[in-house]
Structure formats: C-alpha cells, structure tokens
C-alpha cells in the first residue's frame, strides 16, 4: 500500500470519502491543499486538525481512528530532501530555490509567484523571518505553508546538530595533550649501591682455604713446634 505522506491533495481527499466523511471535509481539504503528509502533521496536533477542518466530534473520531495506521509508520523526523541545512540556501538562486519547493510538493501556483517575484534563496529565508509576508507572497494554503515550515525546520534542527559536531571536534583536536605521568620511585623500592654493606654477598667475605690432607698435617706440625719453642723461652 503505498504510504500516506506521499499522496497528493485528490487521493486525500478522496480517501476522506472513503472513511465515511462528509464530502465538506473533502472540499477543505482540496481548497487548503492538504496532501496526506500535511494531514498526518495536522494529525499531530489536536487541536490543530480541529481548527483547519473544523471537525465535530462524531468525524473526529472516526478520522483519528483511520488515522493511527498511518501514524504508526510515519517519521516526522525524516526530512524529504538530501538538503542537510538551511545554510546553503542564502547562495541558492530563484530557479534553484523552486526547484527545491517543487520537491517538497508546494503547488505550481506558488512556484509561479515565487519566479515572478525572483524570490531567490537569501529573500526566502530573510521574508521568512516574517510570517505572514512569505505566507502572503507564495500565496501558501494551510497544507502547502505546514509541509513547508516542518521542512524548515528540520533542516534547521539537522544544521545545529552539524555546527555542534564540528564545534567538538575543532576543541579536541586543538586541546593540548597532558604529558605521561613518570612513575617515582619509592626510596625503599630503589635499587640499592653497590657500596651499601646491606649488598655484599656471602662470597664477599674471606674464606678459610682447604687443605689436602698433607698439607694439614704439615700445617699441625708446625703450630706444635711453634708452641715448643715458646715453651722453651
């Protein structure tokens, strides 16, 4: 089935019919211009979808229970051009500028008023800052000014999200990197001189030679005639 955010104004209007709504419904819909992705975003408010079809309470239930379906699958967050910001449109000229609200699915009318009046990207967005003045000029219906505005702002959303990103990435890649900590050395751990006494060795100390058995007796012998003569003087 193919999905409501891309039906034009005559199948939503059609598919009001259909649900068992009053064909005035369906007259506001064609004369506001609202396409299916401008109901399902009228949809999101109440109060809003009220106001615009001027709903009794018996056709309000029964459009927002056909509604949630299609509610269920829509993304509001998804924006419906490749366009990632609002940025580049202060560059863009009249041709680029309806060639992209062409594609959003503002009515030909509105591309006729916007040529006319050679409304290039920098007018647009500065008129815009006005409301009732781009409304105005366009000649923007309540379906075609919703898409348009939700549109906006989403790649306004898309754009701060950009500037934050690279904004962390500049502080990273500009902070100074803290040298390594040396590790010091307890002075018990430290490796003690080769002077400390604490470091000799058993085989540092003198050691008694060892005699063959010879040499021990000649060794006896003469300790014993050392301790004659000094018996003798």
């Known amino acids: 089935m193919q999905s409501m955010e891309t039906w034009d104004v005559e199948k939503t209007a059609s598919w009001l019919c259909q649900i068992g709504l009053d064909k005035k419904y369906a007259a506001i819909c064609q004369k506001e211009d609202i396409t ?3 109901l399902l975003l009228l949809a999101r408010d109440a109060n809003q979808l ?3 079809f001027q709903l009794k309470r ?4 029964i459009l927002t229970k056909h509604l949630e379906p299609h509610l269920e699958t829509f993304d509001p967050a998804k924006p419906q051009t490749a366009h990632k910001s609002t940025k580049v449109m202060n560059e863009w000229t009249v041709n680029e500028l309806s060639s992209w609200l062409r ?4 009515p ?3 591309l006729t008023e916007a040529e006319e009046e050679e409304i290039n990207g920098l007018a647009f967005l500065l008129m ?3 409301e009732t003045e781009l ?8 379906g075609s000014w919703i898409v348009l505005e939700h549109e906006l702002l989403l790649l ?3 754009q701060r999200s950009g500037e934050t990103s690279d904004a962390v990435k500049e502080v990273s890649t500009k902070k100074p990197s803290l040298p390594m900590p040396t590790k010091r050395m307890d002075d018990s751990k430290a490796p003690l001189s080769a002077e400390d006494p604490s470091t000799k060795s058993v085989d540092d100390t003198p050691s008694t030679p060892v005699l063959s058995k010879e040499e021990e007796k000649q060794y006896l012998l003469e300790n014993a005639l050392k301790l004659n003569r000094q018996k003798y003087f």
Do not use: N, Q, W
């Open 135 to 142: 409304k105005e000029c366009l000649k923007l219906k309540v």
């Open 58 to 61: 018996g056709p309000h239930t």
């Open 36 to 38: 299916g992705r401008a």
């Open 108 to 110: 030909d009318e509105s």
């Open 103 to 106: 594609e959003i699915g503002i």
């Open 50 to 52: 009220f106001s615009v």
């Open 156 to 158: 306004e959303k898309e």
């Open 128 to 130: 815009r800052e006005t």
